[in-house]
T-cell receptor
Framework: GNSVTQMEGPVTLSEEAFLTINCTYT??????LFWYVQYPGEGLQLLLK?????DKGSNKGFEATYRKETTSFHLEKGSVQVSDSAVYFC????????????FGAGTRLFVKA | GAVVSQHPSRVICKSGTSVKIECRSL??????MFWYRQFPKKSLMLMAT?????????EQGVEKDKFLINHASLTLSTLTVTSAHPEDSSFYIC?????????????FGPGTRLLVL
């Protein structure tokens, strides 16, 4: 079945550091890939998405590229801020799964001033 | 983007009582809504898919008699936790899909935190 694996956290960085959160997936067909962010006590917000191979999703300085050859969708940001502290979820939706969304376990990010 | 609301945002109830959580799409009609459960520091688990005008489709292991879902209109789905017990305490999140939007895109509500004493 479809699945998403992302790096375990928590990840602790200093402000302005470079961020990478790894995400790999297993899916039949051609899934769409997403990164969602969850701030403390809140629901999920879509951060970025990519719907086909080699697409790059980007938003608020974050970006991720859909790599079909490595089945990956790693999240990156060049310079993190304290306000980026949150939990980040990698996810996929595939038509072979009835368009259900499968989430990774989430990676908690702490950014220190 | 599209907005989805949930009510209440948090609720505390006594063991044995029932709790209803509402999920509304505010600026679009949602033929399909999803209900998720999130345990502390864990990922989201899909509980069921709610389709307007028909019965919900529950995921394996989710008790349909305990978690009653009603999608009575194109803008409202409700989740009722019946005879709640402390182990039902969790963060419940709904999402909705626009019928004319990309199939893979869904909009999430802010979540409802349930505490059963």
């Amino acid at each position: 079945g479809n699945s998403v694996t992302q790096m375990e956290g928590p990840v602790t960085l200093s402000e302005e550091a470079f961020l990478t959160i790894n995400c790999t997936y297993t899916a039949t067909g051609y899934p769409s890939l997403f990164w969602y962010v969850q701030y403390p006590g809140e629901g999920l917000q879509l951060l970025l998405k990519a719907t086909k191979a080699d697409d790059k999703g980007s938003n608020k300085g974050f970006e991720a590229t859909y790599r079909k050859e490595t089945t990956s969708f790693h999240l990156e940001k060049g310079s993190v801020q304290v306000s980026d502290s949150a939990v980040y979820f990698c996810a996929l939706t595939a038509n072979t799964g009835g368009f259900k969304t499968i989430f990774g376990a989430g990676t908690r990010l702490f950014v220190k001033a | 983007g599209a907005v989805v609301s949930q009510h209440p945002s948090r609720v505390i109830c006594k063991s044995g009582t029932s709790v209803k959580i509402e999920c509304r799409s505010l600026d679009f009609q949602a033929t399909t809504m999803f209900w998720y459960r999130q345990f502390p520091k864990k990922s989201l688990m899909l509980m069921a898919t709610s389709n307007e005008g028909s019965k919900a489709t529950y995921e394996q292991g989710v008790e349909k008699d305990k978690f009653l879902i009603n999608h009575a209109s194109l803008t409202l789905s409700t989740l009722t936790v019946t005879s709640a017990h402390p182990e039902d305490s969790s963060f419940y999140i709904c999402s909705a899909r626009e019928p004319n939007g990309p199939q893979e895109t869904q909009y999430f509500g802010p979540g409802t935190r349930l505490l059963v004493l």
